[in-house]
């Protein structure tokens, strides 16, 4: 029961993407292809909104839910990680046509094959897991 609002938020986020047609296969092969804006524009969208909350995060000492004040630690910045780590998403994103929220949400409406996709995520982050310690960060 203590966990209903996270459920109630979730299903609520998923309408939204599904009515902005944000998982849809289609919008994703548009944006591939550059022939649309349309997911430009809500990523862009997403961005600029995470950059002036999180400036007003700091600016403000916002504190968390549990009280504690929320903080930002820096990471290194190298530009190869980044890459490679786009690049490596990018592909997953353009093969299934889904990145890993919209993947439930897929399931979701009924598109089974999406099991597949999330069961390959997992398996990848679990694989991750093992070599973390031998991959250079």
């Not at 999330?118 to 398996?123: E, H, M, Q, R, T």
Request: aromatic fraction near 14%.
């Amino acid at each position: 029961m203590k966990y209903i609002k996270y459920l109630v938020l979730g299903v609520f986020f998923g309408i939204v993407l599904s009515k902005a047609e944000v998982v849809s296969w289609y919008r994703i092969y548009e944006m591939f292809r550059f022939d649309n804006f349309h997911m430009y524009g809500v990523i862009g969208s997403a961005i600029a909104v995470g950059i002036a909350l999180i400036q007003l995060i700091k600016s403000t000492h916002m504190k968390s839910l549990t009280g504690s004040e929320i903080s930002f630690t820096p990471k290194n910045r190298s530009i190869a990680r980044y890459l490679l780590g786009g690049i490596i998403f990018g592909l997953g994103w353009a093969l299934t046509g889904a990145c890993p929220g919209p993947m439930f949400i897929l399931v979701g409406q009924g598109v089974g094959v999406m099991l597949v996709v999330i069961a390959s995520a997992i398996a990848g982050t679990f694989v991750y897991g093992l070599l973390r310690d031998r991959l250079p960060h």
